[in-house]
């Protein structure tokens, strides 16, 4: 695996999945009784955004500025996304950063920490040796947090069902390998068999050459309750235009909570050619 997030951090896909992961996640805690969150690709937990420009042998363009660098200075942030950014700043406070500019970005695997209350549990997966050594020192002695190096689509089947009976698992791969749509979605079905009540949130880019329509078509003839949360930012595009969240069991209104975070992204992530922010049930509940 060649895959390095910390070249994308902060960029308009991560502020999609994490402002609807935050939203998820709130969502969960409406009820005291914990919950599992269960990250299959949890990558290194944080990323100093001041290294992103640099690559394995040349500079890079940065993409945070293009995505949560567009949210940082802003005082029309509605409800949900000023959640997130407020989680985002006060972590890349507590780093350290004192400039004008985010510095240091957190993951998923931060993100849910510092929601988590005492009764919620966090198991997190990566596959690359590298990347879970930075993840395991990240998490170093926090309690009711589990790091393993393994292949995150065996997850599924390790964690599930719960033995809090509650579980929200974030299925987010980085889309190298040819056959990566056929391996989500066979983990994925394992995990709805194990346990059919748990919340799933898939991440997919949307490009030509990864279409989510089988997806889609896979999750209609599953007959669970679906949600496609998708985010345009350049539909003039030769590669990824934009990236999706399907969410599977979502809870109560979050499909309403998901528009009004799609609503306010779309223009404010928009780079000139007409942004698109869409939600819409695959499978009504």
Known sequence: MNYRHAFHAGNFADVLKHALLVGLIRAMQRKDKGFVFVDTHAGRGRYDLALAAEG???????EWPGGIGRLW??????????????IVRAHDAYRGN??????????SPRIA???????????????HPEECESLRDEFLGERRVSVHL???????????????????????????????WA????????????????AYMVWYPLSERAPAGGFHDELRAAGLPSLAAELT????????????????????????EARSI?????????????????????VAK
């Open 113 to 127: 920490k510092a929601l988590a209350r005492p009764q919620d549990r966090i198991e997190l997966w990566e596959m």
């Open 233 to 256: 930012v350049d539909p003039n595009a030769a590669g990824i235009r934009g990236c999706g969240i399907a969410v599977i069991n979502p809870p109560w209104r979050f499909d309403a």
């Open 150 to 180: 393994a292949d995150g689509y065996g997850a599924l089947r390790a964690c599930l069902p719960p033995k809090e009976r509650r579980a929200l698992v974030l299925i987010d791969p980085p889309f190298e390998a040819p056959g990566e």
């Open 98 to 107: 004192g400039t004008a500019e985010p510095r240091f970005y957190p993951g």
């Open 73 to 86: 200075g802003r005082s029309d942030l509605p409800p949900l996304v000023d959640d997130y950014v407020g």
């Open 262 to 282: 799609l609503d306010y992204l779309g223009p404010v992530l928009d780079r000139g050619h007409g942004a698109q922010g869409s939600v819409r049930w695959v």
């Open 56 to 62: 394995d042998s040349k500079a890079r363009t940065p």
């Open 183 to 198: 391996e989500l979605s066979r983990a994925l079905a394992e995990g709805v068999r194990r346990f059919p009540g748990g």
